[in-house]
């Protein structure tokens, strides 16, 4: 398996524009979770699916990130309108639970810069 | 809510320099805490999880512990190619399958 793909690998936008990150996950894998990495916060839990379904949005930082799953091969995380503070390198992982608990596989991350 | 943190926040060693490196915790009913291994520029890479206290696991030149409220991870003799950033992270069953990450510990090995 080829690993969990992201796409773009980096993206530099103006303020205002849209934003697309877009995920594939591992097959097989029924639990797909975005996070987001910047140095002053860390890794920060956006949102997470289970078999396709969003469970938990509550790290969504406001409305103008959304997040889809339409099926087990595809994410999208949406960033509508940009800002400056939206910069930092967004995480796509997918898993399956073992013994109860979801070991992640991550993938290499987008880079995101808004100007 | 489940709560992770780690320290130090950066640590450098002589090469075979053996240290710790904690993270303590904060969860209702522990599913799992795992710990990962993050390079510049890739995303984190799993190396363990450890389920109940008392549990212990190894891997070359790492050894991870769990009590009931933190986690040790112990590395001996260290490489050059061990310089990275560990993260901690929990799961925990109150919170259904969110996975709460720490800040990190950098860790640097001088040759």
């Known amino acids: 398996d080829a690993g969990v793909i992201q796409s773009p690998r980096h993206e530099v936008t103006e303020m205002g524009q849209e934003v697309t990150l877009r995920c594939k996950p591992i097959s097989g894998h029924d639990y797909l979770f975005w996070y987001r990495q910047t140095m002053m916060r860390g890794l920060e839990l956006l949102i997470y699916f289970n078999n396709n379904v969003p469970i938990d949005d509550s790290g969504m930082p406001e409305d103008r990130f959304s997040a889809k799953m339409p099926n087990a091969s595809f994410s999208t995380l949406k960033i509508q309108p940009s800002e400056p503070r939206d910069s930092a390198v967004y995480f796509c992982?997918?898993?399956?639970?073992?013994?109860?608990?979801?070991?992640?596989?991550f993938g290499a991350g987008s880079r995101l810069t808004v100007l | 809510e489940d709560q992770v943190t780690q320290s130090p926040e950066a640590l450098r060693l002589q090469e075979g320099e053996s240290s710790s490196l904690n993270c303590s915790y904060t969860v209702s009913g522990l599913r799992g805490l795992f710990w990962y291994r993050q390079d510049p520029g890739k995303g984190p890479e799993f190396l363990f999880t450890?389920?109940?206290a008392g549990e212990e696991k190894e891997k070359e030149r790492l050894k991870a512990t769990l009590t009931k409220k933190e986690s040790f991870l112990h590395i001996t003799a260290p490489k050059p190619e061990d310089s990275a950033t560990y993260l901690c992270a929990v799961q925990g069953y109150s919170s259904a399958s969110k996975i709460i990450f720490g800040s990190g510990t950098r860790l640097s090995i001088r040759p």
């Open positions: 992982a997918s898993s399956f639970a073992v013994s109860g608990a979801n070991v992640l596989t």
């Open positions: 450890l389920y109940s």
